[in-house]
T-cell receptor, first 114, second 111 residues
Framework: GAGVSQSPSNKVTEKGKDVELRCDPISGHTALYWYRQSLGQGLEFLIY????????KSGLPSDRFSAERTGGSVSTLTIQRTQQEDSAVYLC????????????FGQGTRLTVV | KQEVTQIPAALSVPEGENLVLNCSFTDSAIYNLQWFRQDPGKGLTSLLL?????REQTSGRLNASLDKSSGRSTLYIAASQPGDSATYLCAVRRGDYKLSFGAGTTVTVRA
């Protein structure tokens, strides 16, 4: 595709359920980032991938959060046993490399935990 | 730790005025700085990327400057239009490859 694609665009889930958020980066982009934006808050770094490897997972809020990337392309962010404080917009970005190239963001997945 | 600050937090101007948005960062060891625009309920749209070795970048009515030694960047938007109303975010790519974001400046251009 022409841009970064995220699915679903909206997700409403019950507290305690697991959710999977998907990100399709721009073709050929080796770097992929996940951020979280809570209502009225700034962007919070979660994790980034260089290829299929995640060198830095320090931003993941708890062990309920995990992410993987396969084939150097699609990434999935999984939240287990969702809590109300997980409600936020989850944004994915990709760039050609991790160093000095432009980052492009998807439209985000709005997660609401009820 | 890299801190990114954007001032002002909000700005309202009449149509046609030039906009000046400021971004400051505490650690000058950056790869680049990127300006984004975010419309309500939407993702981020990239506006300009300035490499650490560059002093400025221009795209249409937008011009961004970078003074790495003083930890500052300024985004200028000439002849503002109502369609420029949005939140503008700056982000620096740090030595550990993460993007650190400011809280943004919310711009309203009054017709």
């Amino acid at each position: 595709g022409a841009g970064v694609s995220q699915s679903p665009s909206n997700k409403v889930t019950e507290k305690g359920k697991d959710v999977e958020l998907r990100c399709d980066p721009i073709s050929g982009h080796t770097a992929l980032y996940w951020y979280r934006q809570s209502l009225g808050q700034g962007l919070e770094f979660l994790i980034y991938f260089q290829g299929n490897s995640a060198p830095d997972k320090s931003g993941l809020p708890s062990d309920r959060f995990s992410a993987e990337r396969t084939g150097g392309s699609v990434s999935t962010l999984t939240i287990q046993r969702t809590q109300q404080e997980d409600s936020a917009v989850y944004l994915c970005a990709s760039s050609l490399s991790i160093m000095n190239t432009e980052a492009f963001f998807g439209q985000g997945t709005r997660l609401t935990v009820v | 730790k890299q801190e990114v600050t954007q001032i002002p937090a909000a700005l309202s101007v009449p149509e046609g005025e030039n906009l000046v948005l400021n971004c400051s960062f505490t650690d000058s060891a950056i790869y680049n700085l990127q300006w984004f625009r975010q419309d309500p309920g939407k993702g981020l749209t990239s506006l300009l990327l300035i490499q650490s070795s560059q002093r400025e970048q221009t795209s249409g009515r937008l011009n961004a400057s970078l003074d790495k030694s003083s930890g500052r960047s300024t985004l200028y938007i000439a002849a503002s239009q109502p369609g420029d109303s949005a939140t503008y975010l700056c982000a620096v790519r740090r030595g550990d490859y993460k993007l650190s974001f400011g809280a943004g400046t919310t711009v309203t251009v009054r017709a």
